[in-house]
């Protein structure tokens, strides 16, 4: 049980982000890749690097925040260096997933006192070698890499693929030569010493214009032009270094080691003479009688000046080595030897469970358990309930991870896992106002601000949270853009999801977190008898935490209407309070109102229910809410008044009585009324309704929908 049709092909493209790798080489070498990638790939990015060039975003057929792809067969690393290797862990841990990489060189491996100089480097890139591991093709850049390669790994399935030429070298006509170029960098190993010497020690040389590029700082721009005269343009971009090749005389590259070299090959493109260090990657690209000792000053000036004196014959014998470099066919050679996709496994799928459970007191909680009872009949699923930890995330041996949130601080290491590495979410809510402020009111007006496109103020999300009826913002967005899927249990937050961030998410109808019998007479007898429930007194039950958004000042509102015609009702909000009560406890008091019982077993709770001759559940400021304590009354078999919204989310039955969403008492002591006066509900209408909410039904629905 896999749901995973078809193939998917999934490139990091995080090396594109990074300012030390998006530029030449590897950038280069990426960018290529991904022009001549198969169509609908997926590309991975980081929110948290500086953003893709659009020109790269726009190529993929989606992009994902995070590593967590549903559907990857084939994963692609064009740069297994770049740091944060782990990002990518649970498509490197997934076994149906095939993974291939591009390997440049081990140069910072072979020479660690230059490279590896602190404990954090040497951590990060051995880190980053021991993930390099995980691939199971390799396409080095060169020979020499792959000789390098098989040295420290073994015999490793590896194909050469080169590195295709830049675009922008293309279709630019030759200038009159007039300089020596050398595009070089800040790092040591490009020698640019060597051919300033060598351009020093002969007259000639001397008087020929120099030119190197790279980034190099003052102290070393002044040693470098002690040596003899020189350019240093610093970075430049690829139109400009394109016309630097085209006004060259020769082009030397003198590193102590590279990888590949693309300022060999470009110079041979652009027709003009190119020169490198006898190492064995520039070995791969010239014939031995172009290449110099990386030491060997005399040597290089030998070597100019028989260059400069038979150009042309340079040229010509050196027309056609960069042939094997044309972008194109880089990128052939490797996407066709992407291996092929792991063949479907037949075996009960593994589910990784992110959520509070009991004795967590949570009515999210208590659905979580319900659900793991009910999917463990179906998949193994592991269960984590705090602390939270990544690794569960990032596990590439879950078929899916999925993360239960609910709209409460209790959520926020879950709703931080899913945004950062990716999960399928269960929200159990229409909006997160409350999570959104578990750090305070500036992080959520920053989200508010993403939302709506304008600048939200904290004064403004501090009335939100006191009147939930003026909220403009939902907090969803960047929960919408990080979970694979994002299921709800109402089609208002889909509907939103859509309009307002270009998301597909999912609903899925709430289930019976309880099995729910009906309430015999000998049952109810029994519960108001223990719970000191008079013979002539009428109940009436409101279940669940006390919060703002239940209304709580309208229900006393309403009760007191409803008193006057029925002095016998009695009213009581079964649950923890979680909400500031000193306005409204003298008029409860007056009324004979239990504002909160505290937190009740769920024998009391069912005891309550089969105590009561109606129930009531009012719910402010949030289209798309569910309550669980509404489907266990009308479970129960009670008489319930609903807020209209609340009720049609859950698709309650026709008895339970609807009042307007925007809570009117008056309305609301009629509705009570009229369920106190009427007889229970038909018992085939509530067992119809508890058999189309079965959890075990829902948690098959929820696996299809997370696979």
Excluded at 194 to 206: G, N, T, Y
Aim: with cysteine; proline share 8%; glycine share 8%.
């Amino acid at each position: 049980m896999r749901g995973r049709a078809g193939v998917s092909l999934v490139i990091d493209l995080r090396c594109l982000q990074d300012p030390a790798y998006r530029e030449r080489g590897i950038g280069n070498h990426a960018r290529n890749l991904i022009r001549h990638a198969p169509p609908g790939w997926v590309g991975v990015y980081d929110p948290v690097l500086p953003a893709l060039p659009e020109a790269v975003a726009a190529q993929a057929g989606r992009l994902s925040p995070h590593g967590y792809v549903p559907g990857a067969t084939l994963f692609l690393n064009p740069s297994p260096f770049t740091p944060n290797q782990e990002f990518c862990a649970r498509l490197l841990t997934d076994a149906r997933v095939r993974k291939a990489v591009c390997v440049y060189d081990f140069i910072p491996f072979d020479e660690p006192g230059r490279y590896l100089r602190t404990a954090g480097a040497r951590l990060d890139y051995y880190a980053a070698l021991a993930w390099l591991r995980r691939y199971d093709l390799y396409f080095p850049i060169s020979v020499p890499t792959e000789a390098r390669l098989r040295e420290l790994f073994g015999a490793v399935e590896s194909v050469v693929t080169g590195v295709g030429l830049p675009p922008f070298l293309q279709a630019l006509s030759p200038a009159v030569p007039r300089h020596v170029l050398m595009v070089g960098g800040d790092d040591p190993r490009k020698n640019p010493e060597l051919l300033l010497r060598a351009m020093a020690s002969r007259l000639r040389l001397s008087e020929v214009e120099l030119v190197i590029t790279g980034g190099y700082d003052e102290a070393t721009a002044a040693r470098l032009r002690a040596i003899r005269p020189v350019a240093l343009p610093g970075r430049v971009s690829d139109p400009t270094l394109a016309q630097l090749y085209a006004g060259a005389l020769v082009v030397v590259t003198p590193s102590r080691a590279e990888g590949f070299s693309m300022p060999v090959v470009e110079a041979c493109r652009m027709g003009v003479p190119s020169l490198a260090s006898d190492i064995p990657a520039h070995r791969a690209l010239l014939p031995t009688r172009f290449l110099f000792g990386p030491d060997d000053v005399e040597g290089l000036a030998v070597l100019l000046e028989e260059t400069l004196r038979a150009r042309e014959a340079v040229i010509a014998a050196q027309a056609g080595l960069a042939a094997p470099f044309a972008e194109d066919a880089v990128a052939a050679k490797l996407f066709a030897a992407l291996p092929a996709p792991v063949p479907p496994a037949s075996r009960r799928p593994r589910i990784a469970l992110l959520s509070p459970l009991p004795p967590t007191r949570s009515g999210v909680a208590d659905h979580s358990a319900a659900l793991l009872a009910a999917l463990r009949k179906l998949a193994q699923v592991d269960a984590f309930c705090g602390p939270y930890s990544r690794l569960a995330v990032q596990d590439g041996g879950y078929d899916a991870v999925l993360c239960v949130l609910g709209n409460a601080p209790l959520h926020e290491e879950i709703y931080q896992l899913c945004l950062r590495y990716g999960a399928a979410c269960l929200c159990h809510d229409a909006r997160l106002l409350g999570l959104a402020t578990t750090n305070g009111l500036a992080p959520a007006a920053v989200l508010a601000s993403e939302e709506l496109g304008r600048v939200v103020s904290e004064d403004e999300i501090a009335a939100w949270a006191a009147d939930e009826r003026q909220r403009e913002a939902s907090f969803l967005g960047r929960l919408a853009r990080a979970a694979r899927p994002l299921i709800f249990h109402a089609p208002q937050p889909v509907r939103l999801c859509q309009e307002r961030f270009d998301v597909q998410a999912q609903a899925l109808p709430f289930p019976m977190m309880r099995p729910h019998a009906p309430v015999t007479p000998e049952e109810r007898e029994a519960a108001r008898a223990g719970l000191g429930i008079g013979p002539a007194e009428q109940l009436i039950v409101s279940f669940g935490f006390l919060v703002p958004a239940k209304a709580i000042g309208a229900a006393l509102a309403a009760f007191a209407v409803l008193k006057r015609e029925r002095p016998a009702a009695r009213l009581v909000f079964v649950g923890e309070v979680a909400m500031d009560l000193a306005a409204l406890r003298d008029e409860a008091a007056s009324l004979g109102v239990t504002l909160g019982t505290g937190f009740v077993s769920p024998e009391a709770y069912r005891a309550w229910a089969a105590a009561a001759d109606a129930g009531l559940q009012l719910r402010i400021g949030q289209a798309g809410g569910v309550s669980a304590a509404l489907q266990d009354g009308i479970g129960a078999g009670l008489n319930m008044v609903a807020s209209r919204d609340l009720a049609e989310t859950i698709n309650a039955p026709d008895y339970v009585l609807r009042v307007a969403d925007m809570p009117d008492p008056a309305e609301i002591a009629g509705a009570l009324a009229r369920a106190l006066a009427a007889p229970g509900p038909d018992e085939v209408m509530r067992a119809a309704y508890c058999a189309a909410h079965d959890m075990q039904a829902y948690a098959v629905r929820l696996l299809e929908m997370i696979l």
